[in-house]
């Protein structure tokens, strides 16, 4: 939410930036991967990498709801506010969602899912199942979502091992074939190389 360009932004695969400039509030709603299907009733895939006017989701209320979330005077009142727009319109109970969700929490806490076809083989699943199930409810794919937890684990490695990192043993770790589809990776995630990464975290 933020005057008169409040939306609803789908999942971003690249580095974003926004820049905020002057005086202003600005109030943000994130939610849980496969909790914004039953609102939308439409494949989050088609919301990646773009925004919509708040109203294309919420019509004038959303509008209004902008309007009303901007004048509060603190932030529990501008939370209680838009809690309560939301539990108003609760889509029914999709419980597809609900396993979607517990799907991309055990891969971001099992770091040994490296591949696609080891969470297939976890869940018991076929893989175009998975693929099918993440387009409509997260908006990306399930190698998509393995790679960005394993990069962000990338990061944290980082920042422990600083400037004495063995690239090749670390890339492997993290599940690729070969260090340049890592670098690739990663770049494409943070905006700079791992290498460079590591100068910017020591100086």
Known sequence: FEQDRS???GVMRGKFSRRLEGAGRVFGIKFRPGGFYPFAKRPVSELTDHTFP??????????QLEREILSLPDRTEMVACAEHFLRERLPEQDDAATVVGEIVYSIMADRAIGKVDDLAARLGVGKRWLQRTFSRYVGVSPKWVIQRYRLHEATEQLNARGPNVDWPKL??????????????????????????????AGS
């Open 171 to 200: 890339a492997l770790e993290l599940g690729y074939f070969d260090q340049a589809h890592f670098i690739k990776d990663f770049k494409a995630l943070v905006g700079v190389s791992p290498s460079e990464y590591v100068r910017g």
């Open 54 to 63: 708040i109203g294309a989701f919420f019509g004038a209320e959303g509008e």
């Open 7 to 9: 939306e609803v932004v």
